[in-house]
Nanobody, 126 residues
């Protein structure tokens, strides 16, 4: 049974940093593409960043240059380093996993991810 557990969220001032972690188990981590999503109050869940099983990455325009996605296959863990945080980054952040489709794939639509974590709250406020 696949499990994804996010951690590292919290309250941070604008301009600050947080590092989210997603510890996984129950599936072959290094054969899966991974993503971070977020959902702000009253808004739809949106894709933030993705990393494929072969290390290709992609970012939403709103976080490009501020967030960095990475993975440690030895630890079955996905990370999201978030710098220069803004109030509009406030949301519940979720990690997700989908089996690697091939070298041309990095990100998928939300409905295509097979496994999800329960989310961690990030609040950016003065």
């Amino acid at each position: 049974q696949a499990q994804l557990v996010e951690s590292g969220g919290g309250l941070v001032q604008p301009g600050g940093s947080l590092r989210l972690s997603c510890i996984t188990s129950g599936f072959t981590f290094d054969r899966h593409d991974l993503g971070w999503f977020r959902q702000a109050p009253g808004k739809e869940r949106e894709r933030v960043s993705c990393i494929s099983a072969i290390g290709s990455t992609a970012y939403a325009d709103s976080v490009k240059g501020r967030f960095t996605i990475s993975r440690d296959d030895a630890k079955n863990t996905l990370y999201l380093q978030m710098n220069s945080l803004k109030p509009e980054d406030t949301a519940v952040y979720y990690c997700a996993a989908e089996v690697h489709w091939g070298p041309d794939y990095v990100c998928y639509d939300e409905w295509e991810y097979n496994y999800w974590g329960q989310g961690t709250q990030v609040t950016v406020s003065a």
